[in-house]
T-cell receptor, first 114, second 115 residues
């Protein structure tokens, strides 16, 4: 019962470096999401993928790119990290958008950009 | 447009006392409403949801929430708080008739239960 698995759990980057956050779900869900969580800001949607082969921008997409590699995997890439991207990143999935099912979240990646 | 507000950043309650975490929402149509809990260094976990039907919804760990359409509220409640309930709680809303099928999350309320 892995659910949603994110790697890595922690990462420190220097400004300008790039990295990819990995996310995989084993629940055969169609939809996957990337959020960032900042103190006092709650959860903000970065990108989402309603189904395999599609991706769309969320509320705060600037500085990020995503890839829906297959139905299981949805990665988030920072091409040139900035201190403003210091945050906790969560991947989530649910059966399908527009359906009244709850989302399942990974344990998060704590990213610090120095 | 859809939005959700959690007016309290922090709620303090003594163990054994009832607790309430407030949530109000705004949608143009009818809402789907959710509550999630986040324990330290963990992802969010689903607690309960309101889709339709009874206004009082029961969920995990003894929590319940009451949907009040006239007050556009969906407050989370528990009759007797436990120290282990201390966590961050998020309310989320989706407008059934809106264009977006992605829920909007509130900023979160930190619940602290004192022994």
């Amino acid at each position: 019962n892995a659910g949603v698995t994110q790697t890595p759990k922690f990462q420190v980057l220097k400004t300008g470096q790039s990295m990819t956050l990995q996310c995989a779900q084993d629940m055969n869900h169609n939809s996957m999401y990337w959020y960032r969580q900042d103190p006092g800001m709650g959860l903000r949607l970065i990108y989402y993928s309603a189904s395999e082969g599609t991706t769309d921008k969320g509320e705060v997409p600037n500085g990020y790119n995503v890839s829906r590699l297959n139905k299981r995997e949805f990665s988030l890439r920072l091409e040139s990290a900035a201190p403003s991207q210091t945050s906790v990143y969560f991947c989530a999935s649910n059966l399908s958008p527009g359906v009244d099912t709850e989302a399942f979240f990974g344990q998060g990646t704590r990213l610090t950009v120095v | 447009a859809q939005s959700v507000a959690q007016p309290e950043d922090q709620v303090n309650v003594a163990e054994g006392n009832p607790l309430t975490v407030k949530c109000t929402y705004s949608v143009s149509g009818n809402p789907y409403l959710f509550w999630y809990v986040q324990y330290p260094n963990r992802g969010l976990q689903f607690l309960l949801k309101y889709i339709t039907g009874d206004n009082l919804v029961k969920g995990s760990y003894g929590f319940e929430a009451e949907f009040n359409k006239s007050q556009t509220s969906f407050h989370l409640k528990k009759p007797s708080a436990l120290v282990s309930d201390s966590a961050l709680y998020f309310c989320a809303v989706r407008d059934i008739s809106g264009g977006s099928y992605i829920p909007t999350f509130g900023r979160g309320t930190s619940l602290i239960v004192h022994p």
